[in-house]
């Protein structure tokens, strides 16, 4: 099973990325999606998630209103939109999935709840 997060990079405050996390191995088609980050010095905290059919969607508030999680369930990949960039953005983007709750209502917003891990991709916002 694989999670292969891209799309980060170096962009300026106020501008946007638009991060993806494509699937393989699995079909996590039924099961809920999430973003987390990692700032340097800092824990790991939940940015997005959304449950199996996009129809559940919840965000941390320090992104709510600049970014949007959405899914492609056909495409097994799951994309991050991330809009008016802060310098305090600047962290490594991880994609998680759930593997354990299926078609739950629910979204996940705690690292424990999900079961497999991308391997990161570094956004650097600057100032």
């Known amino acids: 099973v694989q999670l292969q997060a891209s799309g980060g990079g170096l962009v300026q405050a106020g501008g946007s990325l638009r991060l993806s996390c494509a699937t393989s191995?699995?079909?996590?088609?039924?099961?809920?999606m999430g973003w987390f980050r990692q700032a340097p010095g800092k824990e790991r905290e939940f940015v997005a998630g959304?449950?199996?059919?996009?129809?559940?969607?919840y965000y941390s508030d320090s992104v709510k209103g600049r970014f949007t999680i959405s899914r492609d369930n056909a495409k097994n990949t799951v994309y991050l939109e991330m809009n008016s960039l802060k310098p305090e953005d600047t962290a490594v983007y991880y994609c998680?999935?759930?593997?354990?709750?299926?078609?739950?209502?629910?979204?996940?917003?705690?690292?424990?709840?999900?079961?497999?891990w991308g391997q990161g991709t570094l956004v650097t916002v600057s100032s």
């Open positions: 998680a999935a759930e593997g354990r709750r299926w078609r739950s209502a629910v979204v996940a917003d705690n690292g424990l709840q999900y079961d497999y």
């Open positions: 191995g699995r079909t996590f088609s039924n099961y809920g």
């Open positions: 959304i449950n199996w059919n996009g129809a559940k969607i």
